[in-house]
């Protein structure tokens, strides 16, 4: 694009502020405020410059309609039993939103219980979470628009699906959890927002503090609500109440921050002289006990036989173990299943009276075992193929439960497990079909890169069978690398297309920060280490060159919120690596990110900019920083930045959309409107997207109309053609 296609955005050179006696300037701190009208101006010229370019990527409309076609199948999420009923989640294919279904038996007619297309015209209003009353006589559920974070709960009888009054405000990052007698539940909330008149819930930037527990009575006013826990002395304590199986406790878990740590406090519920009800109207909290009181470990309940409680824990096991207290002797501690030498022990799961399903994941794949609750012994080993078990849908009452697996070539599968018989019976109870692909297509293989210092990174790579290794191919490489997240393989429709119709090789780096290894695996991707991210995922980069995959100009990466910094980073570090680059709702601005919404819950993996140490990390990788000319840097070589487009929404309240405005006005003036004559010919794109936010809950058009739009670009980038 000629320099002169970029708006050229207004430089405030007289905001410079001061790190531990470094002066850093922010020349697009005004881009922070999303209700001015200069910030709205330049979105707007940004979303017009993006248009003309994509209108030029010739692929948008064939990408739009085979992403569409495949998308068009029927899909289903594993059931789960309340009472004697069954609930699923179910879209025919195109639907905005999965809708939420009800039987009475595993094969009785299923009915519509609650359908949230019905609720706006766009699809933009969204089911976050969800949990049916132990005799399944109501339901309470989480409503979010356009993709932020804020929830409003609202309630419904399951047998005449009528919608009660109740309905609970200002709800964010909560479970929801009955009481056994079904009379009410626990959940989490913030202090609702001062202007709240004139909010967009979601377009605020504001600092989420001072979360806390209430307990809301069915049939009652929000503000007749219990309130059960908080903590004034410390605003960044987030609050997880759930009520126990047996009824009789509810526990907390509380985190103050991202880390798989947490503190754990427990209320036995059933010996309060009055109930619950003895607390309304008083101003007292729920008596907890504090089992744990610090940040040494993660400990997170699986089941409790009255005092007993067995926990899955990472104290003293970065690979995770299963542990026991009698809540009547908290200094004894014993070990039922410990740390497996090589693999993570990902999720325990008590069922069947007294056995659990526990899953391991073995060099990124996943290993499904019944064991006894009791004693931790192995009983069984389910068979499951290389793939990513996305649901198991299981209570400690249940002996028929159900898991949901996904893979590269496998769109979905629901098996059914019968443990009632000994050995457990594992059938398929639904498989989702994909009409069009053919996954004899296909092969997946997974490799292990070695990085910089010498570790060896798991990478998968997905190609049409038999491709020519010469370096032709266009090559999509995503990777995370953060918050201990595990990027596990699963179908994707749109990459499917991308294989299919542009010979796309689609990969996955398993890069550090993630949990693929556990815990150490996560914290050597993490505040001092964090650059091991970019040299891992550059390293698998330069894999997929040296073996004749792929070359840098056919390279694009890809990424999204820390994955986005991950591009950003990448791009900055090595923009002679990558022929396109795709950084969704990324964490660009590595100073500030802790000021706005939930961020300052990221410090624990990136640390903060207000510790001198921790700013000399930060100030060196953050994206919106590291903005140089390569032309300059290697006067021998033409060098410029990969075809950029950063993604973002208005409503996005998880990374606020300054983090892409800020990278994308410092790109478009360092590396093309700034100077007379620009070697800077490969575009640097913004697409800005409204009612829309980080991901979760985002209609169908909105995600096929994106995905046609940033792969259209990486196509056109890429010069990739397409196949019919
Ligand atoms: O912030 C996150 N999760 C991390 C997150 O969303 N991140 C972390 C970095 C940017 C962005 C992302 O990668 O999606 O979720 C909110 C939360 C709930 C409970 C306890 C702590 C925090």
Redesign the pocket.
Known sequence: IDPFLYPTARRDDSVVDDYHGFQIPDPYRWLEDPDADEVKEFVEKQVKLTESVLQKCDTREKLRAKITELFDHPRYEPPFKRGNKYFYYHNTGLQAQSVLYVQDSLDGEPEVLLDPNALSEDGTVSLSNLSVSKDAKYLAYGLSSSGS?WVTIKVMRVDDKKTEPDTLSWVK?SSISWTVDGKGFFYSRYPAPKEVGTLDAGTETNANLYHEVYYHFLGTDQSDDVLCWRDQDHPKY?F?ASVTDDGKYVVMEI?E??DPVNKFYYCKISALPNGLEGFKGKNDLLPFTKLIDDFDAQYHDIANDDTLFTFITNKNAPKYKLVRVDLNDPTVWTELLPESEKDVLESACAVNGDQMIVSYLSDVKYVLQIRDLKSGSLLHQLPIDIGTVYGISARREDSLIFIGFSSFLTPGIIYQCNLECGTPDLKIFREIAVPGFERSEFNVDQVFVRSKDGTNIPMFIVARKNIVFDGSHPCLLYG?G??N?NLTPYFSVSRTVLARHLGAVFCIANIRGGGEYGEEWHKAGSLAKKQNCFDDFISCAEYLISAGYTQPSKLCIEG??????LVGACINQRPDLFGCALAH?G?MDMLR?HKFT??H??TS??GCSDNEEEFKWLIKYSPLHNVKRPWEQHPDRLLQYPSTMLLTADHDD??VPLHSLKLLATMQYILCTSLEKSPQTNPIVGRIECKAG??AGRPTQKMIDEASDRYAFMAKMLAATWID
Not at 560 to 565: A, D, R
């Open positions: 974070d990052f987030l997880s985190e921050g991202c995370y953060g918050f997240i999204g919120s820390n994955g986005g910094l709702v964490v990110f939930i961020g819950a990221w993996d990136y998880r990374v980080h991901g």
